[in-house]
């Protein structure tokens, strides 16, 4: 079974909203990942969870924080985006621990289009 | 710093026809990990292939191979008999080491595949 999970579908959110995007995964897998995707244009990489520990792209700013409550699970919390952050948020997982060959394979989940308004 | 490249923004192909689509990188290191992922319009990113940089045989699955030269640093992928499902948004994609334990995938700009009836 190579499936992860993300809910919602689709969020539509105000500027002043707080909301959050859930990512699951019933693998084992020890590496997670967000990702942030423009129409026509490849992944951007946000966020990176491998054994719990966060790694972080730089660029990506505070309004954005994620959270691994544990090796399962990762969670996306949005405060104050503005329209610019209108995209599709993509999870990714892999098995981690620069495993050989399948262990190096992300899988992806169907993704959550946000709409900021 | 590792870049991918994909020279082709638009492909088409006749049904049951073959095509190849292109891809180069860049990169310093001597083992690494190459994929191909394709994004229908429904968004969900699929695995298509996955290619060891030690192994010099190139990877197969179904009607999708790929052709490797490693020392040119290609990574084509050819798609035979193809079927109206194929169509869709096709990036290659490079694996490598970030901080910690887990690798991280440095995408192409995609290319976008149509299946003509």
């Known amino acids: 079974d190579t499936e992860v999970t993300q809910t919602p579908k689709h969020l539509v959110m105000g500027m002043t909203n707080k909301k959050s995007l859930k990512c699951e995964q019933h693998m084992g897998h020890r590496a997670m990942y967000w990702y942030k995707q423009k129409a026509k244009k490849p992944p951007e990489l946000m966020f990176v969870?491998?054994?719990?520990?966060?790694?972080i792209n730089e660029s990506v700013p505070s309004r954005f924080s994620p959270e691994c409550p544990n090796s399962s699970l990762l969670n996306l919390h949005l405060h104050a985006l503005q329209p610019e952050d209108s995209a599709l948020y993509l999870c990714a997982s892999s098995q981690g621990g620069g495993l050989a060959g399948e262990g190096e394979t992300q899988y992806f989940g169907p993704g959550t289009r946000l709409l900021v308004l | 710093a590792q870049t991918v490249t994909q020279s082709q923004p638009e492909m088409s192909v006749q049904e049951a026809e073959t095509v190849t689509l292109s891809c180069t990188y860049d990169?310093?290191?001597?083992?690494?990990?190459l994929f191909w992922y394709k994004q229908p319009p429904s968004r969900q990113m699929i695995l298509v292939i996955r290619q060891e940089a030690y192994k010099q045989q190139n990877a197969t699955e179904n009607r999708f191979s790929v052709n490797f030269q490693k020392a040119a640093k290609s990574f084509s992928l050819k798609i035979s008999d193809s079927q109206l499902g194929d169509a869709a948004m096709y990036f290659c994609?490079?694996?490598?080491?970030?901080?910690?334990?887990?690798?991280?995938?440095?995408f192409g700009s995609g290319t976008q595949l149509t299946v003509l009836p």
């Open positions: 994609a490079y694996s490598w080491i970030s901080s910690g334990s887990a690798r991280q995938l440095t």
């Open positions: 969870y491998s054994y719990e520990k966060l790694s």
């Open positions: 990169t310093s290191e001597s083992d690494y990990y």
